[in-house]
Structure formats: C-alpha cells, structure tokens
C-alpha cells in the first residue's frame, strides 16, 4: 500500500536528542515493539517504533531524524506499516523485566502501557547517557520498580543498566525485554545466557533497513539469515545464539560494520 | 530433478535475484526452505548503496522497487557467495552487472573462485543510471557483454532479459549469438507511483520497477516469444504467486521458474510451488515436467 | 471546465477508446452517465470482426484482452458518430486506425462530415497484424501518419501511444513534430494468459494486451515522462479505477484522463471520479487542476 | 477470472438440434437467466443461458456448436460467469406466464424449476418448429397448464406461441416472461404493449457478444446503448419500447444486420 498520510498533532521534547511525535491516526492493531516506515518526503523513509499507538519517539542522529527535528505541528509524514513481529505479550500471572537503554525505552513503553494497563506485574531498568536523556521515566513508574543508571552519573546509579541486571535475581521473572543500544543488548543476552534464561528474553534490533517488508533481504542477520524487518525486530535470546549480534551489522551496500 | 544448462536442480523453483540475495545466510536460508536454486543479489564492481528510501512499495496488485543496485562489490560478496556454496546444498547461480563488458568480466573473474554454479547477467535493472537496461535495450552490449563473460569463464552463463524493450526476442537473440546458455525473463516493468497527498513520487528514485501479480501476463508473453524464437532454455520470472502460475508459465515455455515478490508471503511459497507442480504433473498423467514446458505452443 | 487542445470539457474524464464505443447510443449513454469527453472505437478501412472469443478477461488485478479491433469502418461508422455528435452533449473524439498514412487518411476524411471534435489516431493496438504497434513503435511512422492527417483536417489530432516499447518518449517526440496537439498515454500493455487444465493459451488471438490497476503504475511513468519532454498536453489512461489515481495521473503530467476497463465497476465511474477531483481541489485549497497538472515534477 | 474448467458429466440429446451438457460444477449463486460465456478450447467462446445449476442446452446452429455436438462424456469445457442480469423472480402469490419458442426454452426452464418448488401458480406456451424439436416438455408441466403449439402442426396446435397469447387473458398473470427468437418476441412484446401490461413482462435477449462482462460494447442496442450482456439479457418490455428489438442487430464488426 501507498504510504499512509498523517498529520503530526503534536511534538513532545522528551530530551535533548529525542521528540515524541503524535499524529492524527491511531493504529491500534499495532503490538508492542512492532514498526513503521516513516517518510520523511523528499529526504529519506525509515524505520520507527511505535512509541504509542499514534506516536513515535526520534532521536536525532543523521540526515533524515534531523529534519523530522525541524517540523512542527500541523506537518505531514507518509506512514507504511506496522510491519514486523512485536514482543510476545505477558499473561497476566507473569512478572516481567524491561531492560532499556537510551531511545530504546521507546518500543518498551507501550510494552509497559500494556502491562500496567492490565495489572502485570513489571520491573524496570532504565539507563542512559546523563540525567536529562532518560526517557519515558514515569511510564514505567506506573507499576513496579525502577532502576535508573545514568552513564555519567549525572544521578541516580552511575554506570550501565548490566550493573543493575548483575544485582538482580533474573530467575524471579517470567519474561525479560530488552531494547538499548547492540553492545548494551549483548551484554545483557551474556549475563541471561550465564545465568540460562535466554528462553525467557526478547530483543527489539536495528539494522539496516530498505523495503521494510520482508523482500529485499537487505536486514538478514548472519547466521539464519533472519530478516530483521520481517522475522524481527523483536526476537528471542535463543534466535540470537551464534549470530552476529553484537559483532557487526551490515550498511546499505551489504558491507559488514563491526560494532 | 531437473537439468538446466547442465545444471541439477531438485525442483524447478529458483529464487530471483535481488531477493534475500545479500549474504550468504539469506540465500542458505532460502535454499532450507525449498528452493531448487538461488541466484544471488546482482554484484557490480564497487559497492553501492543504492537509492534512497522508500526503496519498495506493495502496490496489492504487485510491487514497485528501486533499490538501485545495492551491492558490496565482489571483492566482498565472495565470501557471501562461498558461504551459500559450502552451505545450501542447492546450485548457486551469481548475478553481475556491470556497465561495460569488461566490468562484467572483472565482476565475474572476482567471484569465479567462489565456485558458483552458473553466473547470470543483470543487463536489465530498469533503474540504475548507466547500468542495467540502457545496456540490455541494446542488442549489441548484450551480445558483447555475453560473449565476452562465455569467453572468460567457463560455467555457464544466463542471461536475464528487460521487458522494457520494444522486442524482447531481438535482445534474446543477441544473447544467444554471444553464447548464453539460458535465458531469464523477465526483470521489473518500468512504473512509478505518486502520493497525492504531497505529489511527491513514492519511491526515492522517483520511479522504479514493478514486480509480481501486476506482471505475470507480461512474463508469459515474453516467455511464450523467446520459447518460440531461441534454442537454448528460457528461465520463467515474473508474478509467479501460486503452483498455478509457475506451471502457466512453463506451458509457455519455461524450463524453470523463479520467484522474486513472492516471498512477500512467506518463504514456504518454494516448497508449496514446487510440491503443487509435483502434484500437477502427477495427477494429470504427464510424465514429468519437461512434457508440459511450452505445451501451449502445441495448442491451436 | 477545462480545455484541452482547444475542446471544452466539462470535467477531465474521458471514455477510452474500444470501450462502449462502437456504437452511437453507447457512446451517449457515456456521456450522459458524465464522461467529460468520448472516445470512439478504433475505426479502420474496412470492416473487422477482430479475432475470435474469448477475448476478454477479468484477472482480478487488471484486464486482458484482443478484441482484434473489430469495427464496422468508417462509411458504417459515420452515422454512429453522427448520432454521437447529436446527442451526446460532450466532445466526441473518433479513434482511427489503418496500416499506412494513407489509410489514417482515408478514415479520418471518411468520418469528417460527422463533425468529431478531434481524431485520436490509434498507432498503439498491440494485438492487430499490420496494424497498430507495428506502425506505433517506429518514430517514423508515426511522424508521417500524424503529419498525414494533421494535412488533411483542421481539427485537433490527439496521438495514442503504445507503452511496448524501448523508448516512449521518442514516439512521443515522432507525434509532436508531425504536428500532434496532443499524445494519448498509455495502450495495453502486451501479455498472455495460459489455461494450465488445457495448456490453451486463454485468448482466441493467443495473446493481448493488459489494462486496469496492474497497469497503472507503467501508465503514470510514460505520462511523466511524456510531460517532461514534449510542448503539447498529454492525456493519461491506464488503471484509472478511483478518483485517487486520477489525482495521481495528472500529477504527473495528465491533462485529463481516460477512462477503460473501470467501466466494468459501472458507469457511474465518470461521475464518481469526476466528483472526487473536484472535491480533491476544493478541500486542498488548489485554485483548479492546471495547478496540480505535473506537479510530481516539482516535487525534489 | 480465468474460465473454470469443467467436466461434462452427461450429455442429454433433448431433440434433434438441441443437446444438454451437464458438467461436474453447479453454479448455486446463479439467476435463472443468467448465462455463461463457454469455451470450446481452440474454437470459440460463446454465451449460454444457464438450464440449470449445472447445465447449458445447445442448438446447434453454426461452428462453435457444431464443435460441440461431437464432445462426449467426460470432454471438458471452460466457463465463465455467472454473468447478467438474470429475471425478476416471482414472489410466492403471483401467477407468471412463460412464453417459450424453441431454445428459448432453456432459460425458462430454472425459472419453472424455481416457481414449481415454490409453489407459484404457472401456465406456460411452448413452441417449436415441430413435435420433435419440443424442448422441456415436462419442465413445464410439473404444474400449472401447459399449451403447446408447432409451427408445422406435427402435434398440439398448429402455428406460433402469439397465437396461443391471443387467446389468453394476461391480465390474469402478475408477471410473463419470454424467451425464443427475436421475431416472436417481437410480436409478444407488440401484443402485450397493446394490452398494456409491458411493465409486467420480462424478455431474455441474445446479441453478439465479445468481452460478456459489459466492458467492450460489442452487445450494446439503440437507442439506450443497453448492455445485453451486463444490463442483460433479461430485460423489461419497457426498456425495449423504442429499441432496435426485433428491428436489427449488430455482427462483430458492428455493422447491422435487420432480422
Ligand atoms: C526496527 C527499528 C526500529 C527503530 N526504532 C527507532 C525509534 O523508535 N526511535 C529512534 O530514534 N530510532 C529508531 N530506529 C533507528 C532509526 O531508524 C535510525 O536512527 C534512523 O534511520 C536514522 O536515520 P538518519 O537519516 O537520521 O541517520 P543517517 O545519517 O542516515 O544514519 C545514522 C544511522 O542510522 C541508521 N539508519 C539510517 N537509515 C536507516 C534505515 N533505512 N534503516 C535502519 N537504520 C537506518 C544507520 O544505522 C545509520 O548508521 C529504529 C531502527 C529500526 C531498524
Ligand atoms: C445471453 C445469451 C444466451 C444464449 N443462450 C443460449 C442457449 O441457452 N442455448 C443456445 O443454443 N444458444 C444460446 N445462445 C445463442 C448462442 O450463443 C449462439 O447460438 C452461438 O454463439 C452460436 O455459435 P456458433 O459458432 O455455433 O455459430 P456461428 O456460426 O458463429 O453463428 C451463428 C449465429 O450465432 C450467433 N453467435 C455466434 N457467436 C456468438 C457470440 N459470441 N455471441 C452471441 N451470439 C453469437 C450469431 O447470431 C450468429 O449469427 C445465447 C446467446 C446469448 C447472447
Ligand atoms: C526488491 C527487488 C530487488 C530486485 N533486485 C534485482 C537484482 O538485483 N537483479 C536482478 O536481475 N533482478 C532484480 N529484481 C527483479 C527480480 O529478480 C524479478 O525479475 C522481478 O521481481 C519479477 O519477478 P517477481 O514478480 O517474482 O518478483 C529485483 C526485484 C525486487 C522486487
Ligand atoms: C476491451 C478493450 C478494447 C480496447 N479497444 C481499443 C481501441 O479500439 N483503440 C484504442 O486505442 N485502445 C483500445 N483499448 C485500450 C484502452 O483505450 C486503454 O488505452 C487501455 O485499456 C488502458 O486503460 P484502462 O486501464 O483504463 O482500461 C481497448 C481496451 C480494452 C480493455
Ligand atoms: S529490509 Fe528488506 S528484507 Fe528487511
Ligand atoms: S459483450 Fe462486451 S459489453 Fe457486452
């Protein structure tokens, strides 16, 4: 289908880097973690997370997130999607932890919507560069406990959102998500792995991506081949065993880039 | 089994170039998954990125693309291309371009250590300027750039066919004299779409190449012509959805067929267009697929 | 009110040729049902029964067909064309056909006295031996035939081009320098469809052309091309089934659009299309259709 | 669509010309009146009114038919349709008239099989050349009258079915339909327009047909540019006052041929 038009109703400065855009069509058939194709017209398409329903949440990094930096309410973008398969759901006797690291909080917050919404017990580990880039902070407040490092120690613990996840009994929670830059997700698959929970565990990735819908393969991941766009971006800590997770990805021509 | 250009395939279904064809791992994987060979994404001599995004739309009807050739050249897809050797068990067939004919054969020489079953000649991306079908619209470059990779290796050589041609027969031909030993037909039709909410062109490059359901009367057609005109096999690509499409069009003449767009629905199309073609074959009493390829030139 | 090529059309939407038009009262019906324009059926030098059925089908994604341009010829035909003129309300355009300059000519001074407002020289049936595409994919050609009939009639000459071929914009350019006042975009698109239970290709001519959505996309590059490179307008058809692509059509580049195979939904399509441009432009803020006419072109 | 392949299953020789070809699909969803466009593979493609959920009856008159007299059990075909606007069917109070002249029969047949299930009050006149080539006798008769004429008075009444009409009181019917050749209807439709009950009565017509889907125009009559194959071919005797009804038809090419 055609790209969907939407009107942004609203922009939220969430941090210095990261806006939350609002726009003026919900789509509620969207789970948690899934994406959209977000274009930007006459610069570039990529993709985002749903951070709600109508909403995604940018952090400014290149060409195409600084110019959504520079519209304003009432402009348009062209939405495909939501494309790809999200988290698997609580139930609702389950307790769950959410790992997230920087804009990675974004696709974990309707994750946690979701959760306090229908009672679920859920913890949080929240981490990020200094104090004013935490994001979302009172989502996941809303039940459960929370645990915020910052990188610089601006406040609260300083260090990594894995020095928390070391103190904490993994085997009390029935599920763990975990969304955050790949080195910080690799160390946390590490300790899961050690501590033999992996199944327990999913992971929303980045890659590099073109058609968003499965095709092109320009997101396969090494060793399965598995598309990030399609088969992800959301996947399990066992799907990741002996994959380049954490090593490298690939850039637009297919060239690999360590990490 | 099968044979085409000497060439054993389990079933007749091949993946189409540019699909899941980056690395080495897509293309295992799709071999896993049934396919009966996989052609690789069309490597050129220095890597690309490709257009920019939005690079692909699903139209319902089929698809409009430009990727723009995105490749890592072949000094890296040779160990892409030597992992789907070692691993897929199936024939691996390396899709080139290039813009001149001794680009080709840079391109082919670098991957030729890898081993790949056959190479196929990409002179057809309607959307990559100086590349592709400005190339392959024009008998002469085809016939030149064939003759020249026939002379530079010795696997055998397909070539894949643009049908934005005003005849796709003369530039089969021209193929064939430079020494193909198949030919594949069709790549993408020339398309574009518009958003008319901003009146921009969707795809990043304005305009691109349309794939899949949209496309499959046109396949047959130039199927049906280079069947009639050429000697040597006619691979079958373009729309094909279903074990009924995949057997239309080797009723008008393919000796195989691949699939491109389709995997849009899931990679089992492979096992599920290859089991109903088995199926077809042997509820109808044929005695095997090559009684029915081009069977409906026999038709009057 | 638009106007194009000097004719006054109520709204831009206009009968494509071969559809409902071979006879008077069908075209009126079309016109009262709020076609903005009426294009006749392709009329020719001698009376044609076209090829045997079938000759249409329905593939869920667009239209194939060969009808084989079946038509009573222009001395049957001048009456029906009459009666069009007298009834119809809206500017009557009489497609003609013939193999040679000389047959377009006979034709279009046979139908003169019935008084069309224009002639749209058909040079683009894939499906009529010697006639039609073989003329319409030499420039050549088609700058001799037009300039033969922009001689011999001192109305509007509108040129329908083929899209099977290398380049469209060549033919195109061919039709203005023979003196064009407009080009017509986009003909049927070749192809086939094979019935597996019999390995009868579907068609009685073996072969047609393809119209509807799943053209569409092909339809809307040759009309952006088209306006890119020629002065005078061009009208785009192809795939048009909702008001949405005619917006899109004439974003890039159509000055009005023709309407086919979306008949089959009813007839209610002009007027359903022709309501929603209007209110497109009213609700946008657009202070008419020139406005948005080619605007994917400006869009960078 | 592409055509169905269907199966001829039975073969019925009803009278000397006319054959049935029962096949293995039934088209349930279809309105008696409705037809099939019938592909004799490498011959023709011709319309048929469907004679029942499952059949076509076939007068042999030129090429394609003639193709298919020599089809046997078990030869196939390839359909398409239901296409067309079939009749009007009765409500359960009324009483309906048929007018049938030779294989006109056919789509008149489902009409009877329906009104007869349905318990609607029938009185039919059946005509044809001779006894022999009566079709659908006891279609007609299963309930309500049946009046039968030949045009060479082999049996029954001598002469045509409008002779029958006169002496009957169609006042008394809520509904006539008719189907036979042209002409005869022709004299129906000119009869009932006298006795002023054209708005009560339904004609099924037969013009060349090309596309059969209402999109070519092959099929269209004067003066309204009616489709028979898509506004068709079941048509109300007012939308044929001031037609070319039983004036002309057009061949392929278009051009006129008077009846
Ligand atoms: C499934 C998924 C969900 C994402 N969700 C979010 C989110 O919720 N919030 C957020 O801020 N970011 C998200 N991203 C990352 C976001 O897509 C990139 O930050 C964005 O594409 C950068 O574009 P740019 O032009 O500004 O940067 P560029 O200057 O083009 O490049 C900077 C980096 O961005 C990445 N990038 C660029 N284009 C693409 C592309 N087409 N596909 C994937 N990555 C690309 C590359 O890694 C590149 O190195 C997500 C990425 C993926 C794959
Ligand atoms: C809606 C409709 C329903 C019909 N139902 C029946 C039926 O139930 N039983 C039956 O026996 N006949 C029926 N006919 C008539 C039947 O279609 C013709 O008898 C048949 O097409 C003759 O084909 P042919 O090749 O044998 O004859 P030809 O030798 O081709 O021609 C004989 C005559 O048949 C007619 N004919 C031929 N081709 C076509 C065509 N494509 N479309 C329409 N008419 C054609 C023409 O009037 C022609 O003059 C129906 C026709 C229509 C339009
Ligand atoms: C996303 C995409 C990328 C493609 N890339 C290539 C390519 O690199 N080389 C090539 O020869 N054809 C390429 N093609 C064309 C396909 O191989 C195929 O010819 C075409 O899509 C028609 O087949 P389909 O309808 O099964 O998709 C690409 C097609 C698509 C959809
Ligand atoms: C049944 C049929 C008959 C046609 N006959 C003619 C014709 O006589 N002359 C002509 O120039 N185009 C003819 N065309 C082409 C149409 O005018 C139009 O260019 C094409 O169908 C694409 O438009 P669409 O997608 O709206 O149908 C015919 C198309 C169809 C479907
Ligand atoms: S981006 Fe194309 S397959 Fe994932
Ligand atoms: S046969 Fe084509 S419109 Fe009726």
């Not at chain 1, 081949?225 to 088969?231: A, E």
């Not at chain 2, 599920?272 to 009684?291: C, H, N, P, Q």
């Amino acid at each position: 289908m055609y790209p969907t038009d939407v009107r942004i109703t609203k922009i939220i400065k969430e941090t210095p880097s990261t806006r939350t855009f609002v726009f003026d069509r919900s789509f509620e058939e969207a789970i948690p973690g899934q994406f959209v194709m977000v274009w930007i017209r006459g610069v570039d398409e990529i993709p985002m997370t749903l951070s709600g329903s109508n909403s995604i949440t940018v952090q400014r990094v290149g060409d195409a997130t600084e110019k959504m930096f520079i519209l304003e309410e009432g402009d348009r973008l062209g939405i495909r999607g939501p494309y790809g398969r999200g988290f698997t759901l609580p139930e609702i006797e389950e307790k769950i932890l959410l790992i997230a690291g920087g804009v990675g909080a974004a696709p974990l917050s309707p994750l946690a919507e979701y959760a306090s919404s229908a009672g679920i017990c859920m913890n949080t580990i929240l981490g990020a560069r200094n104090t004013s880039e935490l994001l979302f902070v009172d989502h996941f407040t809303s039940c459960g406990e929370l645990h915020i490092t910052t990188d610089d120690g601006s406040s609260h613990r300083c260090g990594f959102v894995t020095d928390v996840l070391a103190d904490i009994d993994v085997s009390a929670y029935d599920r763990i998500y975990t969304c955050g830059p790949e080195m910080m997700m690799k160390c946390v698959h590490g300790m899961l792995e050690r501590e033999d929970t992996l199944e327990k565990a999913e992971f929303s990735l980045h890659r590099y991506f073109k058609c968003g819908i499965g095709v092109c393969g320009a997101c396969c991941m090494d060793r399965e081949g598995l598309r990030v766009c399609k088969d992800g971006p959301v996947f399990s800590g066992i799907q990741l065993r002996d994959s380049e997770f954490g090593i490298y990805m690939r850039g637009p021509s297919g060239i690999k880039k360590p990490f | 089994m099968i044979s085409i250009t000497g060439i054993e395939l389990e079933n007749p279904t091949i993946l189409a170039a540019g699909i899941m064809g980056t690395t080495g791992a897509s293309l295992v994987r799709v071999a896993k998954e049934g396919a009966g060979a996989i052609v690789s994404k069309s490597i050129g001599p220095e890597p690309k990125d490709g257009h920019s995004n939005p690079s692909m739309i699903d139209l319902g009807y089929g698809f409009l693309n430009a990727m723009g050739l995105p490749n890592p050249s072949y000094p890296d897809f040779k160990d892409e291309l030597a992992v789907a050797k070692r691993e897929a068990d199936v024939p691996v067939v390396a899709s080139i371009f290039g813009g001149t004919e001794e680009e080709f054969v840079e391109v082919a020489l670098g991957l030729i250590d890898s081993n790949p079953d056959a190479f196929e000649l990409n002179v057809s991306c309607p959307h990559a300027l100086g590349y592709g079908a400005s190339v392959g619209s024009n008998p002469d470059a085809v016939e030149t750039i064939t003759k020249a990779v026939c002379d530079a290796v010795d696997i055998p050589v397909w070539v894949k066919l643009t049908p934005n041609v005003t005849d796709i027969v003369a530039i089969g031909e021209a193929a064939q004299r430079g020494g193909a030993d198949a030919v594949v037909a069709i790549n993408t039709i020339k398309g574009m779409a518009i958003d008319i909410n901003s009146g921009y062109p969707v795809l990043g490059n304005r305009f691109g190449g349309v794939s899949g359901a949209a496309v499959k009367p046109v396949a047959l057609k130039c199927v049906y012509d280079l069947y009639n005109a050429l000697e040597i096999p006619v691979i079958g690509v373009g729309g094909i959805n279903t074990w009924e499409d995949a057997i239309e069009m080797i009723m008008a003449g393919a000796s195989a067929v691949q699939i491109g767009s389709a995997v849009y629905q899931g990679l089992e199309i492979f096992s599920s267009v290859s089991t109903g073609i088995e199926i077809f074959i042997s509820d109808r009493g044929y005695k095997g697929l090559s009684e029915i390829i081009g069977i409906a030139h026999e038709r009057i």
